[in-house]
């Protein structure tokens, strides 16, 4: 298991689009993907879940991989976090 730590940089936090973008990311690791914000923690594969978590821009949150493709499920994400996820 390994986490890492990012803010969001994300003008208007992680809304429908960039969670659905999130969410498409996650879905192509076999890891159990999961993040925490605050008391919540959230699966990163279900874009109800990332809502549900309520990330505004400049939250931090801390990224949670387990499995066989942790570490490159990691890497991806916070390459797609840092770049905007689309905006």
């Known amino acids: 298991m ?3 730590k990012i803010t969001i940089k994300n003008p208007t936090g992680l809304h429908l689009r960039p969670a659905g ?3 498409k ?3 192509k690791y076999k ?3 999961t993040f925490t914000f605050e008391d919540c923690t959230a699966n990163a594969k279900s874009v ?4 549900g978590a309520c990330v ?3 939250d931090e949150i801390e990224l949670t991989c387990e499995g066989k493709d942790e570490q490159e499920a990691m890497d991806a994400l ?3 976090i840092s770049s905007g996820l689309g905006e």
Request: aromatic fraction near 0%.
């Open 78 to 80: 916070i390459a797609a």
């Open 2 to 4: 390994i986490s890492q």
């Open 21 to 23: 973008l999130l969410c």
């Open 48 to 51: 109800l879940s990332v809502l």
């Open 31 to 33: 890891s159990l993907i």
């Open 56 to 58: 505004k821009c400049g």
């Open 25 to 27: 990311e996650a879905m």
